[in-house]
């Protein structure tokens, strides 16, 4: 084979991973973006809805998803812009590299620690100890939420130290080559490892609470209507974290590794062809990482019956019964299942 088909295959595969590289961007984010607000803008509506507004577990929920609109509405569109149509918002100056690296950092990462804030929610409601019930309040989570926003704030802050628009060639990243390494591993294990292990450890125990109250449902409070609607309630919002905690677990792991995967070894002795599969997987794995905040609503509607209910509820333009009587059209009998 001569040097100049060589040449010109090694051209064609470059060039085919850059398109593919493109077409997936364009078409991911966009279809995220469509999907993702749909289904915040009706989260919202339904953990707004009298029968759950006030309950604790799910303002961790509404917090979520406010956190998971910044990403719809300020990530998703940024993104595309850069890696879809070669149009960076990050190499303009050196001030936008900084403040938008730590805004996607921080967007990103806080709805996994409220969806973990929310699985340690129902242990302290599930649980026999007098304390931690304690925990299970407006009061708690209406701290918590500030809290952990900050929390995680802070731990971006050397994103905006380390961050700068090199020259060769223009880009917005961390400098030195060391500190992307680093960080790279933070962010794996802040943004993944330890709300997985937190959603995993509280989702156990969540379990294991709720087969002792079953196995000591003796109580003379358990035949009242009042008593069982709350605990239907309760063992609703329970399904709903577990399905969501699965899904953040993997996505987040995807995104954060995606995040690392170009930083893993030298670039610089590397050909332009390994290095656009290399992006291409990297790029690929990231933007999985923002499926979680996407699609929660769907796989809430999915998994709950009470999430059902209240959606459909909230879609009547006229309703036979109050708001807070919502729990009540569910049949007694699937209650008590």
């Known amino acids: 084979m001569s040097s100049s088909n060589v ?139 500030p809290l952990t926003t900050i929390f995680i704030a802070i731990t971006q802050v050397p994103l905006l130290i380390f961050y700068t628009v090199s020259s060769q060639p223009v880009v917005c990243l ?33 379990i294991r609470n709720v087969r002792r109250s079953i196995r000591g449902v003796a109580d003379v409070h358990a035949d009242s209507n009042r008593y069982r609607r709350t605990r239907f309630i309760d063992r609703q919002l329970i399904q709903i974290i577990l399905i969501q905690s699965l899904l953040f677990m993997a996505t987040s792991a995807a995104g954060s590794i995606g995040g690392t995967f170009n930083i893993l070894d030298d670039n610089s002795r590397k050909d332009a062809l390994v290095l656009a599969k290399q992006g291409l997987i990297g790029n690929v794995l990231s933007f999985v990482g923002l499926l979680g905040p996407c699609i929660s609503f769907y796989l809430c509607t999915l998994s709950s019956q009470l999430f059902r209910h209240e959606f459909l509820a909230f879609l009547r333009l006229r309703q036979e019964n109050p708001p807070e009587q919502v729990a009540h059209m569910i049949p007694m009998e699937q209650i008590n299942a």
């Open 174 to 206: 961390g400098q030195p080559n060391l500190f992307q390494q680093v960080n790279g591993f933070f962010i794996l294990v802040i943004w993944s490892m330890i709300p997985f292990v937190a959603m995993l450890i509280f989702g156990v125990l969540t």
């Open 7 to 145: 040449t010109n295959s090694y051209a064609d595969a470059l060039s085919a991973i850059t398109t593919t590289s493109v077409m997936f961007t364009r078409y991911w984010c966009i279809t995220m973006f469509i999907v993702g607000f749909i289904g915040h803008l009706l989260n919202l509506c339904v953990f707004t809805r009298p029968t759950l507004r006030t309950n604790p577990c799910a303002r961790y929920f509404m917090a979520s998803t406010i956190a998971g609109f910044g990403v719809i509405l300020i990530v998703l569109p940024i993104r595309v812009l850069q890696f879809g149509y070669g149009r960076s918002l990050f190499i303009p100056s050196v001030f936008l590299c900084k403040f938008l690296t730590f805004l996607f950092s921080w967007l990103r990462i806080l709805p996994c620690w409220f969806i973990a804030l929310a699985s340690a929610d129902r242990f302290w409601c599930t649980s026999s100890s007098v304390t931690f019930r304690g925990w299970n309040s407006i009061r708690v989570s209406n701290h918590l939420i």
